[in-house]
């Protein structure tokens, strides 16, 4: 089946801790990308790459980090320095040029 | 910079009702526009898309059409169904820099009751 992974569904974590969410594709597009989705937000862009080894800030990068070290694989870190980390996490990706495509999403929940 | 406003719900329809939900865009040239659906729970699907100016976009009972002079992109269905219940985004591409993004609007979220 070609699609995209994100794993865990639910995430759990302390207060000042850093945590990786994980999102993995095997449909063999170039770009990929991280979304943040709040209540009555709408979707907030927080990182995309579009070849391996490269990636770009989106609006609200600060507080996160990324690799781009393999094309199928994008991993999201939220570090401790983001304010407000309890939040949907969605990540995407799409062939050059074309829409996106979204995995299910991992909710995070910092306490 | 280059935007989205789409209606704010929640909006709640009775199974069988008329659904339009309006989309306008700010974009500098002339950007693909998208519907995407996310059901409870999920991440996004993409619903329905036009690339150009007068292209009709449509998928299970859903249309939109890319209207230039009025920088829209309405979604309708003429019988919305319990199943359809979800909350759905208003999107256009931005190319920036060589990067392509997505732009999206906040969502609007629907309800359909039986």
């Known amino acids: 089946d070609g699609g995209i992974t994100q794993s865990p569904k639910y995430l759990f974590r302390k207060e000042g801790q850093n945590v990786t969410l994980s999102c993995e594709q095997n449909?063999?597009?170039?770009?990929m990308y991280w979304y943040r989705q709040d209540p009555g937000q709408g979707l907030r862009l927080i990182y995309y790459s579009q070849i391996v080894n490269d990636f770009q800030k989106g609006d609200i990068a600060e507080g996160y980090s990324v690799s781009r070290e393999k094309k199928e694989s994008f991993p999201l870190t939220v570090t401790s320095a983001q304010k407000n980390p309890t939040a949907f996490y969605l990540c995407?990706?799409?062939?050059?040029?074309?829409?996106?495509?979204f995995g299910p999403g991992t909710r995070l929940t910092v306490t | 910079g280059d935007s989205v406003t789409q209606m704010e719900g929640p909006v709640t329809l009775s199974e069988e009702a008329f659904l339009t939900i309006n989309c306008t865009y700010t974009a500098t040239g002339y950007p693909s526009l998208f519907w995407y659906v996310q059901y409870p729970g999920e991440g996004l699907q993409l619903l329905l898309k036009a690339t150009k100016a007068d292209d009709k976009g449509s998928n299970k009972g859903f249309e939109a059409t890319y209207r230039k002079e009025t920088t829209s992109f309405h979604l309708e269905k003429g019988s919305v169904q319990v199943s359809d219940s979800a909350v759905y985004f208003c999107?256009?591409?931005?190319?920036?820099?060589?990067?392509?993004?997505?732009?999206f609007g906040k969502g609007m979220k629907l309800t359909v009751n039986p």
């Open positions: 999107a256009l591409d931005l190319t920036q820099g060589g990067s392509e993004k997505l732009v």
């Open positions: 995407a990706s799409s062939p050059q040029g074309s829409e996106q495509y």
């Open positions: 449909l063999n597009h170039d770009a």
